[in-house]
Structures are given as structure tokens and as C-alpha cells.
Nanobody, 124 residues
Framework: QVQLEESGGGLVQAGGSLRLSCAAS????????MGWFRQAPGKEREFVAG????????YYADSVKGRFTISRDNAKATVYLQMSSLKPEDTAVYYC?????????????????WGQGTQVTVSS
């Protein structure tokens, strides 16, 4: 079992940067691909970024490619999302999640453990 807790959200002006962290507890963190999702008010939860167990493979939604970077530190059992050139449309609650074995990389159904989320608000 994996427990996840996000931090680092907040209010930032457009063009600014934030780094989100997701601390995991449980022995299986290093064996799980991890992902970040977000959900804006009135919208469905959407995939943002994902990373393989060792960090060697990363993948991104087109909307954030080139602006966001996902990384992980297995020794610290933490996954990060560095967000730059933020836009008002990036405003959402951001969630980290652990991908189930064989689950879809970019669908929320492919993930079985979730954090409680952290709010990111980008002002124009």
C-alpha cells in the first residue's frame, strides 16, 4: 500500500513557477510508476505527467510539454513536478498518484493510490 501527500501549491502570477512535491510512505514506492493529474472546477481530472520507476522515462500531456518537468527521488520516496511559465489555465487541484501494474499511463483509471491534492492558482 502507498500513502501519498502533496505539497507546494499556492498562488502565483502568470509566467511564474512552482514546484510541487509528493511524499510517499510504504515500501513499494520505488516499484511504481508515478503520475501527476489535475482537476479544474467543473472539469474532469486530466493527466499532466508521468515517470517510470527509475526515472528514466517521462511523459507529458501536450498542454504542459516544455513547461513542466516531473522527477523523482526514490531514496526520499518523493516525486516532484516543476512547473514553469505558468498560465491561468493551469489553475487546478493537482494530485499525485501511483500507477497500478499494467495500468494506463495517462488515464486516471490506471492509478490506484492518490494523494489528497494541492491547489495551484495562477493569476493573470
Amino acid at each position: 500500500q502507498v500513502q501519498l501527500e502533496e505539497s507546494g501549491g499556492g498562488l502565483v502570477q502568470a509566467g511564474g513557477s512552482l514546484r510541487l512535491s509528493c511524499a510517499a510512505s510504504g515500501r513499494t514506492f520505488s516499484t511504481r510508476d508515478m503520475g501527476w493529474f489535475r482537476q479544474a472546477p467543473g472539469k474532469e481530472r486530466e493527466f499532466v505527467a508521468g515517470i517510470s520507476t527509475g526515472g528514466g522515462a517521462t511523459y507529458y500531456a501536450d498542454s504542459v510539454k516544455g513547461r513542466f518537468t516531473i522527477s523523482r527521488d526514490n531514496a526520499k520516496a518523493t516525486v516532484y513536478l516543476q512547473m514553469s511559465s505558468l498560465k491561468p489555465e493551469d489553475t487546478a487541484v493537482y494530485y499525485c498518484a501511483a500507477r497500478r501494474f499494467g495500468g494506463s499511463r495517462s488515464s486516471s483509471g490506471g492509478y490506484d493510490y492518490w494523494g489528497q491534492g494541492t491547489q495551484v492558482t495562477v493569476s493573470s
